[in-house]
C-alpha cells in the first residue's frame, strides 16, 4: 500500500538511475530482439498520450462547426483540412483517439474477465460446460460484426452500449480459448499433485491454473483490442455505433462517405491513424507471443 | 555374433556438429572420431545430450541446418566423404546403403500411408522395379520381420499396430534395400522389455542373415552387452573410451565408464549395498568447455584435468581412452 | 519383516474399468478395465514394489489410493479405515499420511511457482506457518534431500532434471507422511542420477521408516529398493513375493519371462532368455480365462477358460497360475 510514509522512503536517485538503465540499456536490447513489438509499443503510447491530452493538442474546439470553412483542405490552419461543416478534421483526429482507445481496451479487459470467469467454470464443472459451450458455440456462428450490430439495433447509441455489444460478441471466442487452457492444464501432473497434497479447488485455480493461463490470455487480449477497434470504427461507419456528436474516426469516415472524391483527406487521416493504431497493438501481441511461447524459451 | 570381416567401410574423422542458438552455440559433437568395420556391431553409449543421437544424424546429414551445422570433419564411406556429396547424392546412400531406424515408431511413420505402401516407397525410390516385384519383396520383408497374417498387415495403418510391430515395420523398411550399415538410434528405448526382448532378438538374426553393420545408439548397457561387438561412450560432445565390448565392461579405463557401470543396479546383484553415484550432473553444452568434461564430477581428477582437454590414447587390443588419470586395475564385479 | 510390523495400507479387490464412449448418444460401447481386482498391502517402514508393462494398470493403482481417481469398485483401507468412498473434503486429512512423488520431473512442479513454494505447499495445506517458519521448515527439508537451501527462490527451469525430482521428494516429505507412493520416480533420469535419487530414497527410509510404493518397470531398480514385489498383468496381480524370493524361485510364467527378458549389462553373462511371442493385448479386449495364456509357453486348455486366482504357495509368496513353476 502506498501512504506518506512509503512515498518518503521511496529512494528517488535508485528510481531515476532505474529508468535511466532501462532507456540506456534495457530497451536497446528489447528493440534488437523484437523490434516490431517495440514499435508498436511506442505508437500505442504515443496514440494514449494523444487521447489523454487531446484538449491539449486540439487547435479547435471539434464540435465547433464554421460553414463559411467548409471543405478546405490541409493547410496551415486547418492541418487535416475541414469537413462538410467546416469542423477541423485535425482536432477532431485528436479527440476521435479517445473513443477507439477506450472502446478497445475496455472491451479487451471486459471480454477477457468475464470470459476468463465462464471459462474457468466450464473448465472444472462438467454439466454446467455441456450447456455453457452450446450457448457459446451458437454465438460464434454470428459474425461478430453482425452481432455487434443487432445488439446495437436494440439500444441507443452510445459508447458504452457500443462497448457492451462488441464485448459480448468477443467473450465467446475467450471462454473456447479458456477452457481448452484449462482442460489442457488439469491434466498436468503438478495439478494433480496439489490435488494429492490437499490443495482445495480454489486454490488450485488460483495458484496453479491462472498463473500458466495468463500468458495466452494475454496475446489474445490484445488481439481482442485490435479487432474492437476495428469493430467500433465499422458500426460508426454505418451508423451504428458511437453517437455523431462524438468524434471516433469511424464517424469522421462516416460523414464524408460520399465526398470522398473531391475531398479524400477526410478519409485519408482517420483511417490512418486507425491503422496504426491496429497495427501496432497487433506487432505488440505478436511480440508478447513469441516472447512468452514457452516452446521457444531459452532451454534446448 | 555375426563375423566383421575386419575390412573398414567407414571412418568417422574428428566430427563436430554444432547448433548456433540464441543463447550461444552448443558443441553438440566435438570432435568424434570412430570406424566401422563389414558386418561389425558398433555401440555408441552415453546418456542425453552426450551428442550420440546428433552424431547418427549427423552421418546422413539428417542435422537441421539452421541452426546445425557439421563444422569440420569427414564421414568416409568406401573412401568418399559424405560430407562433401551433393544432396541427391546423399539421397541416393541414404534408405539404400546406409539406413536409418528411429526411436519413437509411432512418429516416425506416416499415420496416413498404409504400412505395406511405405516399405514400397523404399523400394521404389532406390530400386527400378515392378508393381509385382515391389509386392512380393514387401511381403517377404514382412516375412523377414515376424509379422504375423503379412497380407493383411501391410494394408493396415500405423495406429492399428503395437509398438512392438511398428518398430518391425521400421526395420523392415531400413532393411529393404539390403543396406550395408544400418543405424538404430534408441531402437528399443520406447518398448516394453519383452517387445525390447523380440526386437533384439530380431535384430540378431537379421544381421546374422544380412550381414549388415549396425551402428547401435543407446544409453542401456545391458542392451550394450547383449548386441555389440565394439563400444563407443561418449560424454558431453566427445569419445571418451573405445574398447571391445568385453574390454569395456571387464576393465573399464574412463573414470565415467567405470562410474556408470557402477551406479546402474543390476538384477544378478546379490548385495544391496548403496549404489555409487557420480556426483554433480552432466554439463551445460552452451559454454565452452576448459580441459576434461568429466573433471568436475571425476574421483580421479587432478590439475592437468580442468586445464588440458585429454587426448585419446591407445592402450592396446584396440582399446582407447581420453583421460589423464586412467583406471588401470580391472573392476571388482560384484 | 515380522507379523508385528503395523499394516498401512490394505487393498481389497481394487478394481477400475473405465467406459468408453461411442457414438453420438455416447452409447458404452466397451470397458477398459486398467484394475481388475487388486489386492495387497503395504507395512510400515517396508517398500512395496509393483511393476508391469504398460497396459497392466500399476500406474491406476497408484493413483486410486491416492484418490486422485475413483475406484468403481473394491475397498482401500488405511490404517483399517476405509477411504474409498470419501468426498474430496473427507479426504483431506489423509493427505497428510499419503503423499506422492511423480514420474515426470518437468511437468510435475508448476513452473510458475518457486521452488520453495512447491515444497512447502503440502505443508501450508495443513498448518499456518509464519514466513520465518516456512522458511526454516523448506531449508531443512532442501538439506534433507541434497539441495543448497540458498537455491529456494528459484524457479523449476533453473534445475535439473535430478534436482527437480528432489524437489518433488522434498514436498512429499514436508508433511511427514507415512507412505509415498513413487510413480516410476526415476525413469525419466539420466542413468548415472538415477543412482542418486535411489540412494535418497533408501536413506530416508533409513531415517523417518516411511514406505514406499514404488512403481517402475526396470526391474534392477525395484529389485535395489523393494523389499517385497507385485508383478502386474493386464490389471491383475500375478505374483507377490518377497524380492529374494521373487527373483530366486519365481513361479509365475510371466514372472520368469520378464526376468529374463531385462539385458545383463555383462556381455560374459548373455544367457538364453525367454522370448514371448506376440504383442500385449489391450485392456479393452482381454483374453479369456488366464489373461496370459494367449502368450503364455505353458499354457493349456484350462488357462483358456478359467481364471486363476492369487495363491500363497509359500509363507508371503503369492501366485495366480494353475500350473506355478519351481514349487
Known sequence: MINSNTLNAVDWSAQISKVRLFMSVQLPALYKRYPFAVIGAATLLLMTFIAIFAPLLATVDPQAVAPLNRLKPPSWEYWFGTDALGRDVYSRVMYGSRVSLTVGISVALLSTVIGLAIGLITGFVRWLDAIVMRIMDGLMSIPSILLAIALMALTKASIENVIIAITLAEVPRVVRLVRSLVLGLREQPYVEAAAASGTPLVKTLLRHILPNIAAPLLVQATYICASAMITEAILSFIGAGTPPNIPSWGNIMAESRSLFQIAGYLILFPSIFLSATVLAVNYLGDGLRDALDPRLSRRM | MSQATGKTILEVKDLRTYFYTRDGVVRSVDGVSFSVSEGETLAIVGESGCGKSVTSLSLLRLIPTPPGKIVSGSVLYHGKDLLKLSEDEMRDIRGDKISMIFQEPMTSLNPVITVGRQIGEVLELHRQCSKDEVNDRILELLKLVNIPEPERRMNEYPHQLSGGMRQRIMIAMALACDPEILIADEPTTALDVTIQAQILNLMRELRDRTRAAIILITHDLGVVAEMAQRVVVMYAGRKVEEASVYDLFAKPMHPYTLGLLNSMPRLDDTSSKRLVEIPGMVPSMRTEIVGCAFAPRCPEVSERCLLESPILKDYGNEHSVACWNPVVAPRDIA | ?327
Not at chain 3, 521448515?137 to 524457479?155: H, I, K, T, W
Not at chain 3, 507415512?178 to 525419466?188: F, G, H, N, T
Not at chain 3, 529374494?244 to 514372472?255: A, C, I, M, Q, V
Request: net charge positive.
Open chain 3, 1 to 327: 519383516m515380522s507379523k508385528q510390523q503395523k499394516r498401512l495400507l490394505e487393498l481389497k479387490n481394487l478394481t477400475k474399468h473405465y467406459p468408453i464412449h461411442k457414438g453420438l448418444l455416447s452409447r458404452i460401447a466397451g470397458y477398459v478395465y486398467a484394475v481388475d481386482g487388486v489386492s495387497f498391502s503395504i507395512y510400515e517402514g517396508e517398500t512395496l514394489g509393483l511393476v508391469g508393462e504398460s497396459g497392466c494398470g500399476k500406474s491406476t493403482v497408484g493413483r486410486t489410493i491416492l484418490r486422485l481417481i475413483d475406484p468403481t469398485a473394491g475397498e482401500i483401507l488405511w490404517r483399517g479405515e476405509r477411504i474409498d468412498e470419501l468426498s474430496r473434503n473427507e479426504m483431506r486429512p489423509f493427505r497428510k499420511e499419503i503423499q506422492a512423488v511423480f514420474q515426470d520431473p518437468y511437468s510435475s512442479l508448476n513452473p510458475r511457482m518457486r521452488a520453495a513454494d512447491i515444497v512447502s505447499e503440502p505443508l501450508r495445506n495443513f498448518e499456518k506457518l509464519t514466513q520465518a517458519q516456512g522458511r526454516d521448515r523448506v531449508s531443512e527439508l532442501f538439506a534433507l534431500v541434497g539441495l543448497r537451501p540458498d537455491q529456494m527462490l528459484r524457479y523449476p527451469h533453473e534445475f535439473s532434471g535430478g534436482q527437480r525430482q528432489r524437489l518433488g521428494i522434498a514436498r512429499a516429505l514436508s508433511v511427514k507422511p507415512k507412505l509415498i507412493m513413487c510413480d516410476e520416480p526415476v525413469s525419466a533420469l539420466d542413468v548415472s542420477v538415477q543412482a542418486q535419487v535411489i540412494n535418497l530414497l533408501g536413506d530416508l527410509q533409513q531415517e523417518f521408516g516411511v514406505s514406499y510404493l514404488f512403481i517402475a518397470h526396470d526391474l534392477a531398480v525395484v529389485k535395489h529398493i523393494s523389499h517385497r514385489i507385485a508383478v502386474m498383468y493386464l490389471g491383475r496381480v500375478v505374483e507377490l513375493a518377497a524380492t529374494d524370493e521373487l527373483f530366486k524361485r519365481s513361479s509365475h510364467p510371466y514372472t520368469e519371462a520378464l526376468l529374463s527378458a531385462v539385458p545383463i549389462p555383462d556381455p560374459t553373462k548373455q544367457r538364453k532368455q525367454i522370448v514371448l511371442g506376440g504383442d500385449v493385448p489391450s485392456p479393452i479386449n482381454r483374453p479369456s480365462g488366464c489373461h496370459f495364456h494367449t502368450r503364455c509357453i505353458y499354457a493349456q486348455a484350462r488357462c483358456k477358460v478359467e481364471e486363476p486366482v492369487l495363491e500363497e504357495i509359500s509363507p508371503g509368496h503369492f501366485v495366480a497360475c494353475h500350473f506355478k513353476l519351481n514349487t
